[in-house]
């Protein structure tokens, strides 16, 4: 079922949303080289509870961590860990959820470990630049294949490999809710858009090939080819004036 929030709902979730942004952007002024996909976990779950908030993420699934932290070649849903350290040229997706006053949030940030190469600067951009040109495709009466064709189009004419088994989601007081958000689709097809939807737009872009595989650990999602992959996801509300992001520090 896709929930419409009301104007209260959606004061509790701009709250949520920001308390997850603001976690992300504490990482981003404290990751460093050397530092541990557990040291980023740690800071997020801190940040995260030190207001008022619990990590959306924390045993959902059984997910083991507050953050899901996945460096270079590892998609998504990689498991913090004390033994995995981060290099000077890694790309880190960090994913994070804060649960606050009864709704979820959901956002996440590829960051740069110090001075990457052009190639991953250029995915990082693309990645980030194709889920903005989507958001701005989030109007009312617009269908979910317009979003999920302008992620598509915009990372494919620059030549990457688009994740199709994972898509965004609508969010509330559940953090997946109906309905589903594609990466890749027809322009003109699929649901329209109405005021008061809350959905999560999150590409995940390969700079080689659209394949994945999903490691034993029954979390870690890789690509195949074993090139570097990036993540950029926020949280919108559709409005009359237009889409409102909602995971903004
Ligand atoms: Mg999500």
């Given at each position: 079922m896709v929930t419409i929030k009301s104007a209260s709902d959606i004061e509790k979730m701009r709250e949520a949303g920001k308390i997850a942004a603001n976690a992300l952007q504490v990482v981003g002024q404290k990751i460093r080289p050397g530092m541990t996909t557990k040291d980023i976990d740690k800071i997020i779950h801190r940040e995260i509870t030190a207001h008022g908030a619990k990590p959306s993420f924390l045993g959902y699934g059984g997910f083991p961590a507050s953050a899901c932290v996945s460096v270079n070649n590892e998609v998504i849903h990689g498991i913090p860990s004390d033994h995995r350290r981060v290099a000077e040229g890694d790309i880190v997706s960090v994913d994070v959820g804060a649960f606050y006053k009864g709704f979820h949030s959901d956002t996440c940030y590829t960051f740069a470990v110090g001075e990457i190469s052009p190639e991953a600067k250029a995915l990082l951009q693309t990645t980030e630049e194709s889920l903005y040109e989507a958001i701005k495709v989030a109007?009312?009466?617009?269908?979910l294949g317009d979003i999920s064709h302008t992620v598509e189009a915009y990372c494919r004419e620059r030549g990457y490999g688009i994740v199709k088994q994972y898509c965004g989601h609508g969010i509330g007081r559940n953090l997946h809710e109906e309905p589903e958000v594609p990466n890749h689709g027809k322009p003109g097809h699929g649901m329209r858009l109405v005021q008061g939807m809350t959905i999560c737009i999150e590409p995940m872009i390969n700079a080689v090939g659209d394949e994945i595989i999903q490691l034993p650990d029954g979390w870690t999602v890789i690509t195949k080819s074993g090139s570097l992959s990036a993540h950029f996801e926020h949280e919108v509300l559709i409005t009359a004036d237009g889409p409102v992001i909602l995971t903004l520090p």
């Open positions: 109007n009312i009466g617009a269908r």
